[in-house]
């Protein structure tokens, strides 16, 4: 699309811009401000919507200086390399210490940890000249407070600020360097883009993907700290401590959850790669120890070694690089593969970190929304878990960071942090031992609506999911996923003459199981008394063993004496 203002763009800056770029760049030159915030969702293209302004600005002579700021080492290259391919020469290696660069540059680039190891040094050099400052995924600059007085600092006197970001929210109240704050007659500043481009709107434009999210459950067994042996569902009602237990248990690389969805997961990048022969996936775990073990359950699964990438090896933006123009089936990261970073060919993906919180979730689903041609899908494995499937749900809603009045918001603060897991440095203190797990598919999530039916990993009702073409407008997987939804209800568990099927022991125990550990939790909400707690207390009464190897009669022996504790209200 030509942009609309070709008069005003400079020479070779502005040839193909999206509708949105260009409207956002005439604003940006109609209004000519000294801060200026785009939200983009990502994949819309903010990298180049900001370079072709830097362009336009050098060429009307208002800065003749750029410095880039960006959250990783990797993204500094990925910007320097996307300025050459429209003649801008920016250094990527810079470093604060050295002062000076070569006159072949026009900028540099380095990252927010970078500017806070020497902001003054930062503030003489954007003081010596008419300098722009592109801030990259700007809410990083309320990482820490730290980061946020040395990002005010260094660039205070910078001659135009553009701050970029596709996720503006964060889970606290740290304020975000050069943003402005409004009062939404709520009691509460929140945050005010000066531009907006939303996942919905670039779905609509066919920018990016349709998203579908595929939820796993489960059983998983584990010891805790006290000895006690839990069995629970993935995503059950829980306490706090119970539900981080369970989603770690299934995270576990030993257990049979993470090889079920993994196995899934290549089967889902098998179909697509049929339509998308270069179709990739990646792996996004929660510490490097879990990451090499993902890596070796899908070299076992595929035949094939996938790209590991981690973030103290040297060669680790290398290789993210050469995963992007080549075509290999699977990438495994810790957090090396984070917002910003492009690899457009990634299409499966699989969520098996215990990070929750809606900010990295959204940076983690921005790697696979990015757009080649009409048609292309991507699909995302998660455990289901509430917040995760709640945070999938709600892909096209706005928002923004949000600052609460110091003497409402301490409790209110407290509250948050007390209930969100953000990595495993966060999770409940106490050594817990996980025993095993096994995986059900769940649910589809799409476009805010759920499909599916809770069945067996392997099932004919899941593999109908995971065959789902590569190549699909957005109302054809909807209209798609309904139709199977019709089908698998229509189904039903019966046999040819209408009688109900009979259902191997191993069916026989998961369902038992799966009620027992439903009775147990709504028990919990009852009495207080932690799931552990009353698994023992129904062992004590009924006699056997664990649940998780417990037979079918013993099982429900427990399930009819819990029935009869809850009509009689007592434990005896």
Sequence with gaps: MPP??????????????????SAALKQYLDTDPRDFLAVATPGAGKTSFALTLAANLLARRQIDRIIIVAPTEHLKTQWAEAAHRINLAIDPSFGVKQGRTSRDFVGIALTYAGVASNPLALRIRTEGFKTLVILDE????????????????AFEPAARRLMLTGTPF???????????????????????????????????DGIVRPVLFLAYSGEMQWRTSAGDEVAARLGGPMTKDLASQALRTALDPAGSWMSAVLKAADTRLTEIRSHVPDAGGLVIATDQTAARAYAELLRTITGRKPVLVLSD???SSRKITMFADGDARWMVAVRMVSEGVDVPRLAVGVYATSTATPLFFAQAVGRFVRARHRGESASVFVPSVPNLLLYASEMERERDHVLRPPAEGDEADLLVAAERTESEEDVPEGVFTALGSEADFDRVVFDGGEFGLTTQSGSEEEQDYLGLPGLLEPDQVKDLLRRHQANHLSRGPQTEDGEAAVRSTHEELRTLRKELNGLVGAWHHRTDLPHGVIHSQLRTACGGPPTAVASAHELQVRIDRLREWAVSGRRD
């Design 4 to 21: 609309a203002f070709p008069a005003r763009a400079a020479w070779g800056t502005a040839k193909s811009l999206r509708a949105w770029q």
């Design 138 to 153: 700007v809410h990083h600059a309320g990482d820490a407070l730290s980061w946020g007085e040395s990002v005010r600092e």
């Design 170 to 204: 964060r889970s606290d109240t740290n304020p975000i360097p050069f943003v402005r704050y409004e009062p939404d007659g709520a009691g509460v500043l929140r945050s005010r883009a000066d531009y907006a481009y939303g996942y919905a709107e670039a779905l609509a």
């Design 313 to 315: 090896e040297p060669q």
